[in-house]
Antibody, heavy 119, light 107 residues
Framework: QVQLQEWGAGLLKPSETLSLTCAVYGGSLSGYYWTWIRQPPGKGLEWIGEINHSGTSTYNPSLKSRVTISVDTLNNQFSLKMTSVTAADTAVYYC?????????????WGRGTLVIVSS | ETVLTQSPDILSLSPGERAALSCRASHSLTSSLAWYQQKPGQAPRLLIYDASNRATDVPARFSGAGSGTDFTLTISSLEPEDSAFYYCQQRSSGPPSFGQGTRLEIK
């Protein structure tokens, strides 16, 4: 059973770069798309982007100019970088998996990590 | 981009009652729609995938139906622990997207 755990800096100042990593336990990176999703406090879910084990990535058009997702097959993890953050980027950030064998859905999810952007 | 619109925004029902949550897509999704349950302070939990398939360990009182642009999540007999937000999600038509959510309150 694949399990995910994300970590990274939880407090940023405006204009800084958000950097998060998600470790994958109990399975390899192949056979899945690895995804980042965020949820501002009290609001709904927003897909940020995803990547496969080969490094092919796609991004939410509204965030594409600021986001990079990368994969580290050696350490079985993937990462999110988002530049020029503002208060609007304050959210719980989740990593999640999409099994390429079907379902077109996100399962499992990490527990999420709160990132606050404040001066 | 496919927009998912959920209704109602808030649903307040008593234990034992039946809940029907709707998700309407702006473009046809065939049957590729998922439903999630999210409780405060927790990550979303997958309930239903491909419109009508229950995920592992999901109780049988949860069922999904629909195709094209109209989908429904039904909870046949509400339990107190079903109080949560519910989100629909698609990944087959343009960038993945989520509905805005339905808050289900158990009286």
């Amino acid at each position: 059973q694949v399990q995910l755990q994300e970590w990274g800096a939880g407090l940023l100042k405006p204009s800084e770069t958000l950097s998060l990593t998600c470790a994958v336990y109990g399975g390899s990176l192949s056979g899945y798309y690895w995804t980042w999703i965020r949820q501002p406090p009290g609001k709904g879910l927003e897909w940020i982007g995803e990547i496969n084990h080969s490094g092919t990535s796609t991004y939410n058009p509204s965030l594409k100019s600021r986001v990079t997702i990368s994969v580290d097959t050696l350490n079985n993890q993937f990462s999110l970088k988002m530049t020029s953050v503002t208060a609007a980027d304050t959210a719980v950030y989740y990593c999640a998996a999409v099994w390429l064998g079907g379902g077109n859905c996100f399962d499992p999810w990490g527990r999420g990590t709160l990132v606050i952007v404040s001066s | 981009e496919t927009v998912l619109t959920q209704s109602p925004d808030i649903l307040s029902l008593s234990p034992g009652e039946r809940a029907a949550l709707s998700c309407r897509a702006s473009h046809s999704l065939t049957s590729s729609l998922a439903w999630y349950q999210q409780k405060p302070g927790q990550a979303p939990r997958l309930l239903i995938y491909d419109a009508s398939n229950r995920a592992t360990d999901v109780p049988a009182r949860f069922s999904g139906a629909g195709s094209g642009t109209d989908f429904t999540l039904t909870i046949s007999s509400l339990e107190p622990e079903d109080s949560a937000f519910y989100y629909c999600q698609q990944r087959s038509s343009g960038p993945p997207s989520f509905g805005q959510g339905t808050r289900l309150e158990i009286k």
